[in-house]
């Protein structure tokens, strides 16, 4: 019989699999702070654990992180590994420093099958999703792996953006627990506030996190209008904006934070213009508390698309915040060592022929002045 990966278990299951053992549940929070507090992987480390339990997980449990395939360090202090996920699939995730925070963006599915238009992941394809053991695997690495770097025993990751390879609400019954491993104060203690799961509009998904564990959110919107959100993001014709936003004012009630994030990339001469800008501002002011983040496009060759120049991204923001929307413009972060938003690929054996799939007519351009 294979055994259990114990980095699957948020702290609930984790007791679960104790009493299976024999054990009382305080036994699981030990090992729980063990694993994921000290990043213990070896039974023997743990002196507080009895010696009859650490052979009872010896014979039965395993803490099995991932394989780092590679890792580039970028100008900018940003870090980004490749993690080995077996059968020719590899994920990315990045560390982002900055003064006040440490960000790590976690993967969660080898690929995207939502395929937007101008992200690199979706034109990978998808394979799979990642287990909850694979998704806190990338935390677990990172934050031990950085404290021995900095030789530190302070926590070094303060935030988590699920905004890696894949689509997380399309993987929610792994994600979910992850999460909370991320949050449980024998864990990582992360604020709720400081956790973010980043979605394309996954309107059921949405109200069932609303539920089962409301971190912050953000939304890929990256269009003022039904028809050109149909182009850049597929999902929207299954879930349309009107139906998004619904959601969105409904999560607002257990959120963390009092508004919604909207992702938006600015893509030079297709949802850029001022015309645009102030669609957008119809279409968001007083119908839902949010802040707008404006993403320059970072383009790779199968997209067909061009970043949208800083005056035109000025330009857009600038009406936005003119209507009293809070608007910010993401300062660009790892895209040297193709890290930064979008970018993401990995190693994907594709099941949906993506490169087929996602082969199409040029997106409608805006027009303007």
């Known amino acids: 019989m294979d055994a259990v990966n114990l980095l699957g278990f948020d702290l609930p299951g984790l007791a679960a699999y104790c009493e299976q053992l024999g054990e009382k549940k305080f036994r699981a929070t030990q090992l729980f702070r063990w694993i994921h507090q000290k990043g213990a992987s070896d039974f023997d480390q743990m002196s507080d654990l009895a010696k009859s339990l650490r052979e009872k997980l010896a014979g039965r449990a395993v803490i099995q992180g991932l394989s780092v395939i590679s890792e580039h360090v970028s100008a900018d202090g940003t870090i980004k590994w490749l993690f080995d996920v ?29 395929g937007c238009r101008f992200c690199s992941t979706g034109h990978q394809g998808f394979s799979r999703n990642l287990t909850t053991a694979e998704i806190v695997a990338q935390l677990w690495f990172a934050e031990h792996n950085l404290r021995q770097r900095q030789s530190t025993t302070e926590r070094v990751i303060s935030n988590v953006v699920m905004m890696g390879m894949g689509e997380p609400l399309q993987n929610y019954d792994q994600l979910v627990p992850a999460l909370k491993t991320m949050l449980d104060d024998h864990g990582y203690g992360l604020s709720r506030r400081r956790v973010t799961v980043s979605t394309s509009g996954v309107v059921p998904m949405i109200d069932r996190l609303r539920e089962d564990c409301p971190v912050a959110l953000a939304v890929s919107l990256h269009a003022p209008t039904d028809p050109l959100r149909d182009q850049l993001v597929p999902l929207n014709k299954k879930y349309p904006i009107d139906e998004l936003l619904a959601a969105c004012n409904r999560y607002l009630d257990k959120a963390p934070r009092d508004f919604i994030t909207f992702e938006y990339c ?28 404006l993403i320059p496009f970072n383009p790779f060759p199968a997209s067909g698309l061009v970043r949208s120049t800083n005056a035109r991204v000025q330009a857009f923001a600038e009406v936005l915040m003119q209507a009293g929307i809070v608007t910010t413009v993401r300062k660009t972060r790892g895209d040297d060592i193709d890290a930064a938003c979008g970018q993401l690929a990995g190693e994907v054996q594709d099941r949906t022929r993506a490169h087929i799939r996602m082969v199409r007519a040029p997106v409608s351009v805006a027009k303007s002045p």
Request: net charge negative; proline share 4%.
């Open 86 to 114: 077996g059968a020719g699939n590899a994920v990315e995730a990045v560390f982002i420093p900055e003064d006040d925070r440490g960000t790590l963006c976690v993967s969660s599915q080898a690929g995207c099958a939502v």
């Open 266 to 293: 600015m893509l030079q001469e297709v949802n850029d213009s001022p015309e645009q800008a102030q669609q957008l501002v119809k279409l968001l002011k007083g119908k839902v508390s949010c802040k707008l983040n």
